[in-house]
């Protein structure tokens, strides 16, 4: 009891000498921890369809295409495609679908209602891939959030085909699209890589953006800061683990994108109203 007092009597003391000793004297194990807040609670929450999120957290997001199916030999060069969505609710400008055919560019759906309609595709073997994507545009990672298909067009051949067992290269963004010079003139290199088992060791992604050239071995993607206004022509390659791009139609991909700049608000006075004279 009398240790108990003596203890009590210095911390009195140092009080009154000031808090900075009290705390310096103070063992760092005696110092109570407050519990950490969960990251859901100090997070903004955002309108469903805009947060990039699933609908419900325990299940996984699932993209499907409904049609064409797998193989199906469509008799004409223009086609309806209808895609499946669950846990993830879509958005203009939010939570959507990027869809790339063959090697193009990405194509965006954000509605599930009407079809994506493509004109003038040629004839022979097409393959398709779609997958959801936040609202900034990057792909969302659930290994079910991706479907890929291969179809034919009047004809049947083997053209734009992939073998689903190699491994091969989605690229997602920079898309062919224009991007406005806003956040710091960031621009995203975001891609997957598709393997089976152990197909993905010492795979990396080779990039050469106009006169700058690098390489992603960590397959999460990077981004480019401080971009000028202008043209930029992106070739991207999948090498293998000897630094040689894997053989492969999709394997490469060419994209060219356009910075430009953002153009500001002009504010306009209104002309003056007269006041007229009182009767």
Not at 203 to 210: D, G, P, W
Request: glycine share 6%.
């Amino acid at each position: 009891m009398r240790n108990v007092c003596t203890k009590m009597t210095k911390i009195i003391l140092l009080l009154f000498c000031g808090g900075g000793a009290l705390i310096a004297q103070t063992p760092l194990d005696s110092i109570p921890v407050a519990p950490a807040v969960p990251h859901s609670i100090i997070e903004p929450m955002l309108e469903k369809g805009f947060d990039g999120r699933s609908d419900n957290p325990m299940m996984p997001i699932t993209v499907s295409v409904l049609s064409p199916k797998p193989m199906e030999l469509t008799p004409v060069n223009e086609v309806d495609f209808f895609f499946q969505v669950t846990n993830y609710t879509l958005a203009p400008y939010g939570n959507r679908l990027h869809v790339i055919l063959d090697n193009q560019s990405p194509l965006v759906v954000d509605q599930l209602k009407r079809p994506l309609t493509m004109k003038d595709l040629s004839p022979g073997g097409h393959t398709l891939r779609v997958y959801a994507v936040k609202p900034d545009g990057r792909m969302v990672s659930d290994s079910q959030a991706f479907a890929m298909i291969y179809f034919y067009v009047i004809k049947k051949d083997y053209q734009n085909y992939i073998n689903p067992n190699t491994p091969f290269l989605t690229l997602n963004m920079p898309s062919n699209d224009p991007v406005d010079s806003v956040s710091e003139g960031i621009v995203w290199l975001d891609y997957r890589i598709h393997t089976l088992s152990d197909q993905g060791k010492g795979l990396k992604v080779r990039y050469r953006l106009s006169n700058i050239q690098g390489i992603d071995d960590l397959g999460k993607g990077i981004f480019w800061k401080n971009m000028k206004v202008g043209r930029y022509d992106l070739i991207v390659d999948l090498l293998d683990s000897t630094g040689n791009v894997l053989s492969g139609f999709f394997n490469r991909v060419q994209r060219v994108f356009e910075i430009r700049p953002v153009q500001k608000a002009i504010t306009t006075t209104p002309d003056a109203i007269p006041i007229l004279p009182q009767e």
